[in-house]
C-alpha cells in the first residue's frame, strides 16, 4: 500500500534571505482531493512563521511550548443588503478551516473566526467564532488583538470591500423593473490590525 501523500515545499526570498525545504507527510485531514495545493500552503505558513520567529510546531515529534496564540480567520463576509439579502464573494473557509485543525492537531491554542459556512467545516473542538458582515468581523478580530497583541494571525477571509450606505430594514419588494444601490467602502481591516496595537505576527 502506497503512503500517505507527501508535500514538498521549497521556499526561498524570505525576509531573512533564507531558503528551506520541507518534505514531509500531509496531515491527516488533508487526505483526499486538494491535498498537496492544503499542504503547500499549511508549510508555507509554518515556515513564514518561523522566519519571522514565530515558531510554530510543523515538524513531527517537535512541540514548540512557546508558541503564541493563534487566529484564523476564514469563509466571506455577508453585507445586508435588507433584511433577507447581502452581498458576499465565493469562498468556502475550507482553507483556514484546515490550517486551524492543522495547528490544534499539533497542539497549538487556535482561535477560528469564521463565516457560518466556514464554521461548519471544523469538525474538532475548536474554538470556533461566527462573524456576519465586514463590520462584525472587524469587531471581533479587535477584540482578540486586544487579548493576544503579541499572537499570530492567519488572516484568510474574503472580506467584502462595499456595504449599502444605508441598510433597509425590511425586504425590498421583488417585481421592480430596476433596483439602484448606493455602496460605500468598508474599512480595509488588514490596514488597521497594527494601529490597535498589535505587535504579533500578521500571515
Not at 486538494?34 to 510543523?58: N, R
Not at 503564541?68 to 476564514?74: E, H, Q, R, S, Y
Request: glycine fraction near 8%; charge should be neutral.
Amino acid at each position: 500500500m502506497a503512503g500517505p501523500p507527501v508535500a514538498t515545499l521549497m521556499a526561498t526570498g524570505m525576509p531573512s534571505e533564507r531558503s528551506a525545504r520541507y518534505t514531509t507527510p500531509c496531515p491527516p485531514l488533508a487526505m483526499g482531493s486538494g491535498c498537496l495545493s492544503y499542504c503547500h500552503e499549511f508549510w508555507d505558513i509554518c515556515f513564514q512563521l518561523k522566519i519571522w520567529g514565530a515558531q510554530p510546531y510543523c515538524e513531527e515529534g517537535e512541540v514548540m511550548s512557546n508558541t503564541p496564540d493563534i487566529l484564523v480567520t476564514a469563509g466571506a463576509t455577508r453585507n445586508p443588503i435588507d433584511a433577507v439579502r447581502y452581498l458576499s464573494a465565493r469562498s468556502s473557509g475550507s482553507t483556514g478551516a484546515f490550517l486551524a485543525e492543522s495547528f490544534y492537531d499539533n497542539t497549538i491554542n487556535v482561535t477560528f473566526l469564521g463565516s457560518a459556512e466556514a464554521c461548519l467545516r471544523v469538525k474538532k473542538p475548536i474554538q470556533c467564532v461566527e462573524y456576519g458582515s465586514t463590520r462584525d468581523l472587524l469587531s471581533k478580530m479587535q477584540t482578540w488583538v486586544h487579548a493576544h497583541p503579541n499572537g499570530i494571525i492567519i488572516h484568510a477571509s474574503a472580506v467584502g470591500d462595499y456595504e449599502l450606505s444605508q441598510e433597509r430594514a425590511l425586504k425590498i419588494p421583488s417585481g421592480q423593473r430596476e433596483l439602484h444601490l448606493t455602496l460605500t467602502p468598508t474599512p480595509k481591516i488588514a490596514s488597521l490590525i497594527r494601529p490597535w496595537g498589535f505587535i504579533g505576527t500578521l500571515v
